[in-house]
């Protein structure tokens, strides 16, 4: 059983930064594939990152150029670095680790971009 659980999530003005963390527990956490997800009010979940046991990345088009996904295994952690936030990226961003046919989701944190 993995505990995953977000931190870093809060109100910022466009154009400003901030760094998300999901913090594993309870499992292998190397072997995992992670990533984050996000989903606004009345939309669908997209993937917007995501970092394999590996070290590979993919992101969702519309962060392409302005997030970053990191793993630290020692720490059993996940990193997304946001710049260049936009209004349209609030929402609620959720992380979720993968090592099929195991598949743990944390509670999420809320990230809202405002002026």
């Known amino acids: 059983q993995v505990q995953l659980v977000e931190s870093g999530g809060g109100l910022v003005q466009p154009g400003g930064s901030l760094r998300l963390s999901c913090a594993a527990s309870?499992?292998?956490?190397?072997?995992?594939?992670v990533a984050w997800y996000r989903q606004a009010p009345g939309k669908q979940r997209e993937l917007v990152a995501r970092?394999?046991?590996?070290?590979?990345?993919n992101y969702g088009d519309s962060v392409k150029g302005r997030f970053t996904i990191s793993r630290d295994n020692a720490k059993n952690t996940v990193y997304l670095q946001m710049n260049s936030l936009k209004p349209e990226d609030t929402a609620v961003y959720s992380c979720?680790?993968?090592?099929?046919?195991?598949?743990?989701w944390g509670q999420g944190t809320q990230v809202t971009v405002s002026s």
């Open positions: 309870g499992g292998i956490f190397r072997r995992y594939d």
């Open positions: 970092i394999t046991s590996n070290g590979n990345t």
């Open positions: 979720n680790a993968r090592w099929p046919p195991l598949d743990y």
